[in-house]
């Protein structure tokens, strides 16, 4: 997705809920199942951190909190009011709540890609997709982009230099360098 199209989904929902899941998953990079397992306690205001735990790839991880989201996650807790869970779905265990899931998460993306008017299918993955391209095209390294992916290998991460428009695949001839003006 292009930055101007993942700005109109975040934009999209009608609920704040809505607009801060899929900004969550665009701004921190996130697997569908790691938004879902995000605590409360996990998302650091002090420092600009979230935590995300272990999951795929077996790496704890930091990401850095965007000022504009964690903007965003302060209005949505004060109103909300989340407990244990940052997203809370909306069934409780006798009380208890629960993590948002998946489904919910799929849900929200769906009901809203339709209004962006693209063709593009999007999906959660779409978005974390559309975080390492954009990182990349402005200039993060690929080892850093692995850390925040949470990339055991290198070589998954790879991936993205084909799809990015970054200013290292761009080619050119020596020569040229020779005679730089």
Known sequence: MSLEEVKKLINAPKYLKHRLIIATLYACGLRSYELCALKLSDVDF???TVFIRKQKGKID???PLSLHLARGLKKYIRTEKPVI???????TDNGKPL???VRAIQWVIKENRSKIGTSKKITAHTLRH???THLLESGLNLLALK????HARIETTLVYLHVSNSGSSKKYSPLDLLYRT
């Open 46 to 48: 002090d420092r600009n």
């Open 61 to 63: 991880r930091y990401v």
């Open 85 to 91: 869970y940052l997203f809370n779905s909306q069934v």
């Open 99 to 101: 993590p948002i899931t």
């Open 130 to 132: 559309s975080y390492a």
């Open 147 to 150: 850390e925040l992916l949470g």
